[in-house]
Each structure stands twice: as C-alpha cells, then as structure tokens.
C-alpha cells in the first residue's frame, strides 16, 4: 500500500490524504499516518513546487560540466556556496568522472546563457574546463520504487 501511495504522490504532491485514501480505499487518518511514517522514516524527503522555467521568461537550460582547476587550492565548499549564489543555477551536483561537477543553468536565451557563463561561472573560485549541453526536451520519470 505504500508503494502505491508513493507512485500517487509522485504523479501529483499535491494530492491530500482524504483524496489518497478514497483511490487506495483507506480512511484518511489511516493514509496520513503512512505518509507521516514515511516522511519520518525518510523515504519522503519533501514536497517541491516544480515552475516551468519557459512560462516565467527562461528559455534556455544547460547541463554544464564543470572540472575544477587547481584541486586542491580551493576547496569544494568555497566553489559550491559561490555557485549555489548565482540565480540561474538550478542544481548543483557533485559528481565523479571526468567532471567535478555538473550544474543545471537556465537563461533567457543563448547570449543570455553565454553572459551568465561568462561573467558568472567562469569567474568562479576553482573553475576550469567547462562543457555545455543544451537541453532540447525533457521527460520526467518517476524512477524505480521497488
């Protein structure tokens, strides 16, 4: 049954546990102590507000690959507290590989992403090669449950 309350919630957060529990044939006290277990137990690590970047004036996403130059001397907290500063990243993520790090950037449009590149990133404590990919479409999946 939980299983089943997750792959509910991920099609729609929004969903109360009146509504959950009338799908799943459950009262509501009875789905919102499932989902209270769940959230304490930390399956559920929160619920978001996902804006559509386009609707609001933002074209543009790239996924940017970012190597950090001098290892060493400049330590990965310094780089994300500045990075996490710039408004037009998205998502931080710390990665192993042939890149250190890959953020999710929107802009305007593409000289509007190459200024952001610019004077932004590239400016950063530490950054060094970067590699850009522009996204052209995007289908979110809700991933494995089990």
């Known amino acids: 049954?939980?299983?089943?309350?997750?792959?509910?919630?991920?099609?729609?957060?929004?969903?109360?546990?009146?509504?959950?529990?009338?799908?799943?044939?459950?009262?509501?006290?009875?789905?919102?102590?499932?989902?209270?277990?769940?959230?304490?137990?930390?399956?559920?690590?929160?619920?978001?507000?996902?804006?559509?970047?386009?609707?609001?004036?933002?074209?543009?996403?790239?996924?940017?690959?970012v190597k950090l130059a001098r290892k060493g001397q400049v330590s990965l907290e310094d780089f994300e507290r500045a990075v996490s500063a710039i408004p037009e990243v998205q998502t931080v993520e710390h990665v192993l590989g042939l890149y250190d790090y890959r953020l999710r950037v929107v802009a305007r449009d593409l000289p509007d992403f190459e200024r952001v590149l610019r004077r932004r990133i590239m400016t950063l404590p530490g950054a060094g090669d970067v590699e850009a990919n522009v996204l052209l479409s995007e289908e979110r999946l809700p991933g494995p449950i089990g």
């Open 1 to 65: 049954m939980d299983r089943n309350i997750l792959r509910a919630l991920l099609q729609d957060a929004g969903l109360s546990a009146g509504a959950l529990g009338r799908r799943f044939d459950l009262s509501q006290p009875a789905t919102w102590r499932r989902i209270k277990r769940l959230e304490q137990g930390g399956v559920i690590k929160g619920r978001r507000l996902r804006l559509n970047a386009e609707a609001l004036g933002f074209g543009v996403t790239v996924f940017l690959g």
